[in-house]
């Protein structure tokens, strides 16, 4: 008997032996994509150029459709700026305000999960974002966007997220540059605080939540040199890497803004890594973040296996089922882009404006002095590479020649702050040079000092919005000379003499006129305060509408460069011109 029961208790320890430990290890994967910046990219074609795209949220679908078939928890995110730029939203932001908004429905379609608001959302005006977001099967975040009454989040501070019972946190915050870029009118009721500052307040609340996964959804730039060597205070536009860096709690941080990709980690100041993502803008990429929760049985340890990449999207088809879906949005945006408004009798392109005075920039001038009555003009060229042909010109010749929904302001500035405004303006454009075989634009160089080329083409240091000439005076830019002394006001295009203590009036769109690009505020000295105290007026639409109604009533216009301003010397520019603008257009003029 007790042979036998010492051979039952050998047998039963050897069962126990080979089950599995309880304190095995379980792992669950997850799936995070991220959209940013889509800027009205919904179907795969250009409704401004009239041609095919190769990426678009429609071929988005395709590999958003295929992840959740594989069979992992899917989280899907949007980082903001989507409701400015193709007519895609333009329709249904300002168009038709009845039906549902193309962009909501699109994205209830795919099932977001989460977004934060852009500036270029709340460029749109409350009307529309307040209508879109109600329109969201899901919420829209961005803790730092403050209801000036409550002291409370305008829109949702932070979403806990739970799919097959892993809960994911996401945190959305706003650059808060937005008042130094828009009229305060389209974010009334609304302030922007500091994102590290914020992001410092919600994370004790969210942690108490005990989520799986911390997320942060920045509607903001990723700023590499922005992280452990500044600890204080970010308000700046770009103030990613400085949260990541400052506000330990973090697991991953999915930006956008600045339509830069990014895929790398930092180390935090608890010494905890955090995994940055940026998917780029325009619907040419998703951001994906694959997470492994490793946790042991019966007990509280457990790791997080994280890491990024960036998904190309034109590797992928657009969804044929998406297409379908929306073909009846596809028939009206065409019938609306398509619509003839007048004729032009030349053709204007946006790559004159960079060596001189051009018919393309001047139409602007000659509008917004028309609009506004004022005395100078300002603009640049919003657009890097558009040409508008001659002939019929459509509505959506009026998103090449005007790419943003800027108002247009007429503000009062003295003739030295019109001075030191150019000044500025043409510091970002132009090199000093000292001889014909200087570059006369600021390219972007590698460390030989030669340009960077992608694709054989040769890219611009700064943005060309921010290149702006003038109108209503007659002027020379000597880039013999030095930045700061350069431009040198002869008088007004009338004749008139241009007085440096006089008060001239001048039309400035609202961008600029809000002291976006620095013009103002760093070239013209003035401050935030000093800016809405020199405001006559602003137009209360956007200036293309203006635009596009003046077309109408003329009906044939004759655009032509006002050679009110040029750059010298003249030889030096034109041997420069010959060189530059084949690296920028991979063609001779």
């Keep these: 008997m007790k042979y036998r029961f010492l051979k039952i208790l050998a047998v039963i320890s050897l069962i126990f032996i080979s089950l ?8 669950q994967h997850i799936i995070i994509l991220e959209t940013t910046d889509l800027h009205g990219v919904i179907l795969p074609y250009d409704f401004i150029e009239k041609q095919k795209l190769s990426a678009s949220l429609a071929n988005s679908a395709t590999y958003i459709n ?10 899907l995110l949007d980082n903001g700026d989507n409701l400015q730029g193709q007519p895609e939203v333009y329709y249904y932001n300002f168009i038709d305000t009845v039906s549902p908004h193309f962009l909501s429905e699109a994205m209830n379609w795919l099932k977001f ?80 605080r500091d ?20 997320v942060g959804l920045f509607h903001s730039g990723y700023d590499r040199g922005n992280g452990s060597q500044q600890k204080g205070s970010h308000s700046d536009e770009s103030g990613t890497a400085a949260v990541a860096y400052n506000v330990p709690g973090f697991d991953v941080i999915f930006c956008g803004h600045d339509h830069r990709l990014a895929n790398e980690k930092i180390v935090n100041s608890a010494g905890d890594s955090v995994l940055i993502l940026n998917g780029g803008s325009r619907s040419e990429n998703i951001a994906r973040a694959d997470i492994t929760l490793v946790k042991q049985r019966h007990k509280n340890s457990s790791r997080k296996e994280i890491s990024g990449e960036i998904i190309k999207v034109k590797d992928f088809d657009p969804d044929p089922v998406f297409i379908n879906k929306f073909k009846k949005q596809d028939e009206v945006l065409n019938s609306y882009v398509n619509r003839v408004i007048g004729t032009s009798r030349s053709t204007v392109s946006s790559r004159d404006s960079y060596f ?58 003295t003739g030295d702050e019109i001075q030191k405004y150019l000044e500025f303006s043409y510091g970002q454009w132009l090199n000093t040079m000292k001889g014909p075989g200087d570059y006369l634009l600021k390219l972007r160089l590698g460390k030989d000092g030669k340009p960077v080329l992608t694709d054989g083409k040769a890219w611009l240091k700064n943005q060309p919005y921010n290149f702006d000439s003038a109108a209503g005076i007659d002027y020379i830019v000597d880039v013999s000379k030095p930045e700061g002394h350069r431009v040198f006001i002869k008088s007004l295009s009338g004749g008139k003499p241009f007085e440096k203590d006089k008060m ?9 006129g809000n002291g976006g690009g620095g013009h103002l505020i760093e070239g013209s000295g003035l401050n935030a305060g000093m800016l809405k105290k020199r405001l006559i007026a602003s137009t209360d639409r956007d200036l293309r509408y203006y635009i596009l109604k003046s077309i109408e009533e003329k009906k044939s216009i004759a655009p032509a460069p006002g050679n009110n301003w040029k750059i010298i010397p003249e030889e030096w520019v034109k041997t420069a011109e010959k060189r530059e603008y084949p690296l920028l257009f991979g063609t001779v003029r």
């Design 20 to 27: 599995p430990s309880c304190n095995k290890f379980v792992k």
């Design 66 to 75: 295929e992840q959740r078939k594989a069979g992992y928890p899917l989280f």
């Design 113 to 192: 999960d989460a977004s934060t608001a852009g500036n270029h959302d709340i460029e749109a005006g409350h009307s529309v974002y307040d209508r879109v977001r109600k329109e969201y099967i899901f919420p829209l975040l961005a803790a730092n966007a403050v209801d000036i009454k409550t002291g409370k989040p305008y829109f949702t501070p932070y979403v806990i997220l739970e799919k097959a019972n892993i809960r994911v946190a996401v945190m959305g915050l706003i650059t808060p540059q937005i008042p130094e870029w828009l009229p305060e009118e389209l974010y009334s009721g609304m302030e922007f």
């Design 195 to 214: 994102m590290t500052e914020t992001a410092k307040l919600w994370m004790p609340e969210i942690l108490k939540q005990k989520p799986d996964l911390v």
């Design 356 to 413: 001189g005075s051009s018919a393309f920039v001047d139409m602007i001038h000659s509008l917004q002095l028309e609009i506004t009555g004022a005395d100078i003009s300002f603009a640049a060229p919003l657009s890097f590479d558009v040409k508008i042909p001659e002939g019929k010109i459509t509505v959506g010749d009026m998103f090449k020649l005007y790419r943003f929904e800027n108002m247009l302001y007429t503000m009062n500035l």
């Design 504 to 512: 001239y009036k001048v039309a400035v769109n609202s961008y600029r």
